[in-house]
């Protein structure tokens, strides 16, 4: 047999998302974590800018999520989501309920982020057609968005890579403009300029006719493409624009959730209630996959009230949907959340990671930067290709000891709430240091 440490990846292995062939050339692997630092094969530590993927707010190597899930899968490993349940399903919808804006009651557990998108986009027209608008299939998301990768996500999402292999067949989506405006520059929090934008809502609208829009989606900060503030009063113009065309909005906060922006959902930090919210990531602090989606209880009522008795509400779910080791580790993330103040405590130190990541205004190669709560963007100057500065950026961090997602040129850092002041310098001077050696 082949010594697993002397095996490239692709060898068999197909890296999502990476070149694979620039990637089994210089492969970058981890191989443990504790704490916010990750280890190299070769014991080198690598200081976690990004949780992870947004996942691990909480830092590394809770050993608290590690033994629920491990007593969970010994009591009881695994019980059909269908016909079928378990306590753990309805204590984990319980607490994420509690954290969530009033009337958002309902949760349906999926997988990832994806499944999350996707489940909302079938709901919404589910809903619709209960009530006879069977017309509403259309779906309103925006420029620079990403919205996973399932056909629906796809359809949705606003970056071209991410559809241009795979053709139009997808379901019907119409974009706004996106709210990264020049104007906006190096504005720490929401940018006094583009609410206005909003209503490029409104001009969708009157080319496509509300009666045929299902629902309006978008992430109320845009993250994959390098945290897109939203303008001061934007969202709130989005929400009043469909109430006043009876639209349902979604938010996905597959990224901003779980107090990433300082409260537990970017909805109550920006004062907007949707219809939807959509969540992943950090619902297991990246323990276990799992994603939810959390309705509106009138939604839910509606779909209740139209269906025959015995009868199937919502013809979908999967295999894994309320997983109990999923359950499991939701739970005990969401009592690290509660019992160390996390949410409170990144409200706290977001002053402080702000502050030091906009000192690298000044660098020659940063065309921008951007931030809100513990989320961070900058522009990197471009060299040659789109997405060339973004690709070498991230692989010299990875060689100087620093862990970020790069999309395009913009890189993404989000720190995780546990995160003390001198790893924030440490993560800020390894960053300004690469940036200038570009
Ligand atoms: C806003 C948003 N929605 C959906 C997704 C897709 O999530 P997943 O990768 O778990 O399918 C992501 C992933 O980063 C995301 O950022």
């Not at 949760?107 to 608008?133: P, W």
């Not at 000192?359 to 940063?366: A, D, R």
Request: hydrophobic share 40%; proline share 5%.
């Amino acid at each position: 047999m082949d010594n697993p440490s002397t095996l490239l990846p692709s060898d068999n292995f197909w890296v999502p998302f990476t070149s694979n062939r620039d990637f089994n050339e210089d492969p970058r692997i981890f191989v443990s974590a504790e704490g916010v630092y990750f280890k190299t094969p070769e014991g080198k530590s690598i200081l976690d800018g990004c949780s992870g993927l947004y996942t691990t707010p909480a830092g590394h190597g809770r050993r608290e999520i590690a033994n629920a899930v491990y007593k969970q899968l010994v009591e009881l490993d695994f019980s059909s989501s269908f016909q079928r349940s378990h306590p753990k399903a309805f204590e984990a919808s319980t607490k994420i309920a509690k954290l969530l804006p009033q009337g958002l009651d309902k949760i349906f557990f999926v997988n990832s982020g994806s499944e999350a998108v996707d489940t909302a986009m079938k709901l919404c027209l589910a809903y619709h057609r209960a009530q006879g608008q069977s017309s509403r299939s259309l779906f309103v998301s925006r420029e620079r968005a990403y919205h996973g990768v399932g056909f629906g996500g796809v359809a949705l999402s606003g970056m071209v890579n991410n559809r241009r292999a795979f053709g139009l067949n997808l379901p019907a989506a119409v974009h706004m403009r996106h709210t990264h405006i020049a104007e906006n520059r190096f504005t720490i929090g929401e940018g006094e300029h583009g609410a206005d934008l909003a209503d490029d809502l409104l001009r969708l609208i009157q080319n496509y006719g509300a009666e045929n829009v299902a629902g309006v989606i978008v992430e109320p900060i845009a993250g994959s493409t390098g945290t897109l503030v939203p303008p001061k009063g934007y969202l709130k113009r989005l929400r009043k624009i469909c109430d006043e065309h009876n639209l349902l909005l979604i938010f996905d906060e597959v990224i901003t959730g779980f107090g990433r922006t300082g409260k537990a959902f970017a909805a109550q930090s920006f004062d907007v209630t949707p219809d939807m919210i959509l969540m992943a990531k950090a619902i297991t602090n990246g323990a276990q996959p799992m994603a939810a989606v959390a309705v509106k209880q009138t939604i839910f009522d509606i779909m209740m009230e139209t269906t025959p008795d015995n009868s199937i509400e919502f013809f979908h779910g999967y295999t894994w949907s309320a997983h109990p080791a999923a359950c499991a580790a939701c739970i005990a993330t969401l009592d690290i959340y509660e019992n160390e103040r996390l949410f409170e405590r990144a409200a706290q130190t977001s002053a402080y990671f702000l502050e030091s990541l906009f000192s690298l205004k000044g660098n020659p190669n940063i065309t921008d930067i951007r931030g809100y709560g513990m989320m961070g963007g900058i522009d990197v100057l471009p060299m040659g290709n789109p997405g060339k500065a973004g690709h070498k950026l991230q692989k010299k961090l990875f060689d100087n000891g620093l862990h970020l997602k790069t999309t395009g040129d913009a890189a993404v850092i989000a720190p995780a709430f546990v995160m003390e002041k001198t790893q924030i310098d440490q993560m800020i001077e390894t960053l300004d240091r690469t940036l200038r050696a570009m």
